[in-house]
């Protein structure tokens, strides 16, 4: 492996992710990966890496990276103000970094997650088949930690997304679900708040994102069952206000499952930020 970054500044947090670690749910390790899986994509496609690469997934800048050796990268995800050695650079398309260059990723609006990607992908030792980090048995990177890559040469040319292409992070969401296993077990004011009415973004790490709004009510209180959650999966706590399940989070739950929303609207709820507002759609059975 080729050293290609140190960690000069951590921010609020970082972790390197490839596009999770399947087949092992069953023995209640989450699938991890991603958290907006367009823009992880989207950043490989860019670099013309093999499917399964990795990238370095951040949430609200903050970082800074010393570069150890050449190389060919691109930033995607949320718009951040990103600059190497002091000038601004764009995001959605190729950069080269030289031994000794300074990256540094500022403030972020407009989403609140970024991705950034070597040609060739990150690497690290996987485990269980994965190279995605999952904080609750790993840690993550922080001051001088080093990034390592592939011994590749740089893209000799600029790629990137045309402009009109770039997906747009809003502050007023509407996605997709569909009905949970325990839908009909709330009352139906509830169910009607749950469906017409908004919900705020008051916080949540990469297991889960909480939800302020109308609280949800049963239609009375019985035991529930654990049962399977994924990432999407909507639970209604004691205090009836919803959480989305993100990519950490456990596999089997025993809260209320109300909804689960679209996998293709997933990235959206993903670049939420704080007081960030979401609406729900039921999708026709």
Known sequence: MKP????KKQGVYGSLQDQGRYGY???????????????????????NNEKDQTSFEMFIGGFEFQALNEGTYVLTGASCHCL??????EMWKTFQLTKGDILSIKSVNHGSIVYLTPKGGFQTEPILGSKSCLPIVENALNVGSVLYGQPIEPLPYTRGLYGPYRPIF????TVRIFKGPHFDLFTEESKQHFLNSPYQFTGGN??????????????SRKDILSEATQYGTIQVPQSGEPIVLMAD?????????IATIHEDDLHKVAQMRMFNTIRFALMEE
């Not at 190497?84 to 650079?89: A, H, M, V």
């Not at 990469?206 to 949800?216: D, E, F, N, P, V």
């Open 4 to 7: 290609l970054l140190m960690v």
């Open 25 to 47: 749910r069953a023995y209640g390790i989450p699938l991890s990966g991603p958290m907006d899986k367009i823009s992880f994509r989207v950043a490989h496609n860019i670099l």
């Open 84 to 89: 190497l050695n002091g000038s601004p650079i």
């Open 206 to 219: 990469r297991m889960g994102y909480y939800l302020k709004g109308s609280a949800l009510q049963m239609k």
């Open 249 to 257: 989070a456990q596999t089997v739950g025993g809260y209320p499952i």
């Open 170 to 173: 809003q502050t007023a969401l």
